[in-house]
């Protein structure tokens, strides 16, 4: 089962109507948002990359802001279900202290042997956010880092994906994997998409 964290100001929770709530930017969590460390177990290991609370910034008038993330910390036994929640809300409470936004977390908690259809490659976590709150995919992007970021844009159907290069990128992207767009970083990934027709 696919863990999900909806902060107390998601605009994905009842009461919240805004013209924008049909389409989001799924945002990877390590390596795009925060710095990548072996197995990220305790919130005190949260780095927040340069630039990427003034990319989310740029896209959260336009777009929900969801993170989907890949956390097989949990099946292998080295945080609980409840440490990675206290991960989520401490990064949900650094953004929100620089005026930025995030309207939910899915994450994978499974084994990569596991077989889920949630742990990207696989479209699951994506597939969830539709069914559960409406997402329209076809208007949505993916931004990550990794080629199984791009592979879970690609078939959940989103509109585009972007990679943003880290030292995993190279080795993960094979031949079949082409992202829509390159970035330097989340700004000129914000901008690209908000360019997007």
């Given at each position: ?157 989103v509109q585009g994906t972007v990679v943003i290069p880290s030292y995993q990128t190279a080795a993960s992207m094979r031949g079949e994997i082409t992202p829509d767009y390159v970035a330097a970083d989340l700004n000129a990934a914000a901008g690209w998409t908000l360019a997007q027709p």
């Amino acid at each position: 089962m696919t863990l999900l964290y909806c902060p107390s100001r998601s605009r994905l929770l009842p009461g919240y109507t805004t013209a924008n709530t049909a389409r989001a930017v799924f945002l990877d969590r390590d390596g795009t948002i925060v710095e990548e460390v072996d197995y990220l177990t305790k919130p005190s290991q949260l780095v927040l990359l340069p630039d990427r609370v003034e990319g989310i910034r740029a896209l959260q008038e336009d777009y929900l802001i969801v993170i989907v993330t890949n956390q097989s910390a949990v099946a292998r036994g080295w945080l609980s279900e409840t440490e990675l929640l206290q991960i989520h809300q401490a990064l949900d409470g650094m953004l929100e202290q620089r005026g930025a936004f995030l309207d939910a977390v899915f994450a994978c908690p499974h084994h990569p042997g596991d077989g889920c259809q949630c742990r990207k490659p696989n479209p699951g976590m994506l597939y969830r956010a539709r069914d559960e709150f409406g997402i329209e995919l076809d208007r949505s992007f993916l931004i990550g880092d990794k080629g199984s970021d791009i592979l879970a844009g690609q078939r959940a159907g989103v509109q585009g994906t972007v990679v943003i290069p880290s030292y995993q990128t190279a080795a993960s992207m094979r031949g079949e994997i082409t992202p829509d767009y390159v970035a330097a970083d989340l700004n000129a990934a914000a901008g690209w998409t908000l360019a997007q027709p």
